[in-house]
Each structure stands twice: as structure tokens, then as C-alpha cells.
């Protein structure tokens, strides 16, 4: 059962141009969410969180939106850069069980 | 500051053969989670540590365990390896196992199992 949904293995775009990345979650006990983004031979790294409580939340160029309805979540990135390309993992976690739940992760890349 | 360390970064083995994978968090970290990587499948969480003590495990079967020692570093052990088991072995570590904090990760343990 598969409670983190990334439903787009890779997604093109060109530079300058918005990337939306998208997540789906079935859990309704999740309320802290992240995303991470991830080159070849190296680890995971941090990149944005939102809290349920929250909607939105920016930092520079990523956005990450939540719609608790839907359970759904997206990231923007705008404007996107040829170094953004990568594989973006979107994770979730909540309840009395603290760990965290990543999806399938969607490869991004960004022709210049 | 130094970041996750992960040792030994590749490595080959054979069927039925067993491994040790070793994980150095950061300073200070005293939660550490492993996460296995394979291609088509993101990143599937085995267990997790805190103070010593296994707190979660993930839905791998009991030849994949592993521990965690008084200084917050991690080992995890796969025996009778399997073809299967060929994967990124990731290791992160935060401050406490509570939800709202950043996983750190290591740059990960290639194993290849032939």
C-alpha cells in the first residue's frame, strides 16, 4: 500500500519556465510533509517543508502548496535552472509513527 | 561541520553472503534511519534509532536488522543476501525521532549482490 503517491516518473521543462512537481498521499494522519531533492551518488538532500496547518509555504524559488482536501501537495519552482534537475522525493509523516513515508520521486530535468 | 558518513561507499558480494553496512551521524544527532533505494521503487524505509533502541521498522524481512551504539552510530547487517538486496543503502540522521525534523542523509552504500 502505497500511502505516498508520485504519479509522474519524469517531467521536462525549459529553463526559465515553472516546474510543477506533484505529490498525493492516502494517510490522513500525515501533517508534516517535505520535499528532497536528489543527484546521481549522492544522498537526499532537504529542500522545503509545510505543516498541515499551513497552506503554503516559500522559500526563494520553491514553493511547496498543500490542500489537505485533496490530500494532495505540489512544488513550484520558478524559475527553473538546468542545476534543479534532479530527482525530486516527496515525503510525509504524522501520527504516533514518526517515520518518514517518501514516494517513487520524479526525475526533473531542465533543458537550458 | 561534518555530515553523514557512510561506510563503505561500494561494495560487491555474493548470494548468501552478508554484509555490514556503517553509518556516522551528525554531531549531535541522536536519531539515525535507514532507507533502502532501488529504481522504480523511491525510498523504502527499513528501521529507525533513537537512543540505542529501535523505535520503527519498515516491512523488510528479519534477515535485514541492525543497531545503534552509545555514541548515536548506526550499523545495519543484511545476511544470506539475495540477488533482491542489490540497492542504495541510505542512512539519515536528526536530532529526535519526532516528525517535524529534517532527515540528513549520507551519500549512501552501493551494494551490489551477484
Known amino acids: 500500500d502505497q500511502q505516498v503517491k508520485q504519479n509522474s516518473p519524469s517531467l521536462s521543462v525549459q529553463e526559465g519556465r515553472i516546474s510543477i512537481l506533484n505529490c498525493d498521499y492516502t494517510?490522513?494522519?500525515?501533517?508534516?510533509f517535505l520535499w528532497y531533492k536528489k543527484y546521481p551518488a549522492e544522498g537526499p538532500t532537504f529542500l522545503i517543508s509545510i505543516s498541515s496547518i499551513k497552506d503554503k509555504n516559500e522559500d526563494g524559488r520553491f514553493t511547496v502548496f498543500l490542500n489537505k482536501s485533496a490530500k494532495h501537495l505540489s512544488l513550484h519552482i520558478v524559475p527553473s535552472q538546468p542545476g534543479d534537475s534532479a530527482v525530486y522525493f516527496c515525503?510525509?509523516?504524522?501520527?504516533?509513527?514518526?517515520?518518514?513515508?517518501f514516494g517513487k520521486g520524479t526525475l526533473l530535468t531542465v533543458n537550458p | 561541520k561534518a555530515g553523514v558518513t557512510q561506510t563503505p561507499r561500494y561494495l560487491i558480494k555474493t548470494r548468501g553472503q552478508q554484509v555490514t553496512l556503517s553509518c556516522s551521524p551528525i554531531?549531535?544527532?541522536?536519531?539515525v534511519s535507514w532507507y533502502q533505494q532501488t529504481p522504480g521503487q523511491g525510498l523504502q524505509f527499513l528501521f529507525e534509532?533513537?537512543?540505542?533502541?529501535?523505535?520503527n521498522k519498515g516491512n523488510f524481512p528479519g534477515r535485514f536488522s541492525g543497531r545503534q551504539f552509545s555514541n548515536s552510530r548506526s550499523e545495519m547487517n543484511v545476511s544470506t543476501l539475495e540477488l533482491g538486496d542489490s540497492a542504495l543503502y541510505l542512512c539519515a540522521s536528526s536530532l529526535a525521532p519526532t516528525g517535524a525534523n529534517v532527515l540528513t542523509f549520507g551519500a549512501g552504500s552501493r551494494l551490489t549482490v551477484l
Open positions: 515525503a510525509a509523516s504524522g501520527g504516533s509513527n514518526y517515520k518518514l513515508t
Open positions: 554531531s549531535g544527532h541522536r536519531s
Open positions: 534509532y533513537f537512543s540505542e533502541t529501535q523505535r
Open positions: 494517510n490522513s494522519m500525515f501533517d508534516y
